[in-house]
T-cell receptor, first 111, second 110 residues
Framework: DADVTQTPRNRITKTGKRIMLECSQT?????MYWYRQDPGLGLQLIYY???????NKGEISDGYSVSRQAQAKFSLSLESAIPNQTALYFC??????????FGQGTRLTVV | GQNIDQPTEMTATEGAIVQINCTYQ??????LFWYQQHAGEAPTFLSY????GLEEKGRFSSFLSRSKGYSYLLLKELQMKDSASYLC???????????FGAGTRLTVKP
C-alpha cells in the first residue's frame, strides 16, 4: 500500500457542486499539505497543517477549505467548484525539516 | 515574496551532463529540496541542501550557496528516463512550509 493515498484519483464534476478530496497517510508525519498543479506549471500551496489543531492558508486558498480529521487524514473541499479549479491536486506529508512524500494525485475536471 | 526561479525548459543529449539552476529569495531560508516529476505522476525526492556545498548521490548532485540564494542540480551520464520535470522547493522559516518553483522540463535526446 502507498504511504500517502488520495481518493478519488479522477473526478469530473459540474460547476457549483461541492466536492471533497481525501488524503490519508501511514508515514506517521505531523505535517500535511495540499498543492495544486496546472499543466506545465509547478506546485502551488493551497493549505497546510502542522498538527490536528493547526491549519494554515497557503498561496492560493481562496475557494478551498480543509479539515484535519486526524493525524493521518487531511481533506480538501471545494465548496462551489468552478472551471478554473480544474487541475491536478497533490497531497503531501513531511516530518519536521524533512522532505515531502506525495500522494499519486487527484485529477479534477470542473465542467 | 518568496520567488523561486528556474529555467522553463532544457534539452540535453544522452550520456551528457546537464546543470539545472534555481534562485530564491535568501531571507528566512531554511533548506532547499530537488524533486523529479514525470508527466502526470507524483514528484519524488532527489536531494536536500541546508548548508553550503555539494551533496552527491550517484549520478545526481546538488549544490547550494546560501549567500547567493542559488542552487543547482547536476545530472551526469544522462539517460532517456531522465526526461522529466525537475522542481526546486524551498522551506522558509516564516511559515516553515514548502514552496515550489515552476519546474524545469528536461528533454534528453538520443
Amino acid at each position: 500500500d502507498a504511504d500517502v493515498t488520495q481518493t478519488p484519483r479522477n473526478r469530473i464534476t459540474k460547476t457549483g457542486k461541492r466536492i471533497m478530496l481525501e488524503c490519508s497517510q501511514t508515514k506517521g508525519h505531523d505535517r500535511m499539505y495540499w498543492y495544486r498543479q496546472d499543466p506545465g506549471l509547478g506546485l502551488q500551496l493551497i493549505y497546510y497543517s502542522f498538527d490536528v489543531k493547526d491549519i494554515n492558508k497557503g498561496e492560493i486558498s481562496d475557494g478551498y477549505s480543509v479539515s484535519r480529521q486526524a493525524q493521518a487524514k487531511f481533506s480538501l473541499s471545494l465548496e462551489s467548484a468552478i472551471p478554473n479549479q480544474t487541475a491536478l491536486y497533490f497531497c503531501a506529508t513531511s516530518d519536521l525539516g524533512g522532505e515531502a512524500f506525495f500522494g499519486q494525485g487527484t485529477r479534477l475536471t470542473v465542467v | 515574496g518568496q520567488n523561486i526561479d528556474q529555467p522553463t525548459e532544457m534539452t540535453a543529449t544522452e550520456g551528457a551532463i546537464v546543470q539545472i539552476n534555481c534562485t530564491y529569495q535568501t531571507s528566512g531560508f531554511n533548506g532547499l529540496f530537488w524533486y523529479q516529476q514525470h508527466a502526470g505522476e507524483a514528484p519524488t525526492f532527489l536531494s536536500y541542501n541546508v548548508l553550503d556545498g555539494l551533496e552527491e548521490k550517484g549520478r545526481f548532485s546538488s549544490f547550494l550557496s546560501r549567500s547567493k540564494g542559488y542552487s543547482y542540480l547536476l545530472l551526469k551520464e544522462l539517460q532517456m528516463k531522465d526526461s522529466a520535470s525537475y522542481l526546486c522547493a524551498v522551506r522558509f522559516w516564516a511559515n516553515n512550509d514548502m514552496r515550489f518553483g515552476a519546474g524545469t522540463r528536461l528533454t534528453v535526446k538520443p
